[in-house]
């Protein structure tokens, strides 16, 4: 193995050791939700991000991106939640094309119920992740984080109604 080599099978170890935590905390993290809730971590990931927008609410392409998710599977997302009263989409003020996908009051209440739970699963979660010797450092990493990530401004979006 050359020097190439071995920089790549760092970052593969890396890519294999993200994924692994990613994996546990995303199973504890389903469970907890599902049991207690009736979310999914996806579902919870939309209520939650829409929760932290200006106005809460974002353009279906914003949202896609907060979830990871391709358009049409963010679609069928919103879908689903504006089915169970959680979300609905309203026409974008400035650009008549554009749609909005907004919580609703129910929406706002079950993401308030479940904020808990998804906060003490993560926790618990991370803790027992730590106590793994090759995940423990990246715990540690995810706890040097800043409490409240920049947000792009691009990724805002006025208050519906608002203008510029």
């Given at each position: 193995m050359g020097i190439g080599?071995?920089?790549v099978e760092i970052r593969s170890q890396g890519w294999r050791t993200l994924a692994a935590l990613?994996?546990?905390l995303d199973t504890a993290l389903e469970r907890a939700l599902q049991a207690d809730h009736g979310l999914s971590v996806v579902e919870y990931t939309v209520l939650d991000?829409?929760?932290r927008q200006d106005g809460w609410h974002m353009r279906m392409q914003q949202l896609a991106r907060a979830a990871a998710l391709s358009?049409?599977?963010t679609?069928?997302?919103?879908?689903?939640l504006e089915d169970r009263g959680l979300l609905t989409r309203i026409l974008c003020q400035d650009d008549r094309r554009g749609i909005y996908t907004e919580l609703t009051p129910q929406g706002e209440q079950l993401l308030r119920q479940a904020r808990p739970t998804h906060d003490a699963a993560l926790e618990d979660a991370l803790n027992e992740a730590c106590q793994v010797e090759e995940l423990a450092p990246l715990v540690a990493a995810l706890h040097e984080l800043p409490a409240e990530p920049s947000v792009e401004p691009s990724a805002r979006t006025a208050p519906v109604?608002?203008?510029a």
């Open positions: 080599d071995d920089a990613h994996g546990i991000a829409l929760s358009s049409s599977a679609t069928r997302l919103v879908n689903r109604g608002a203008t």
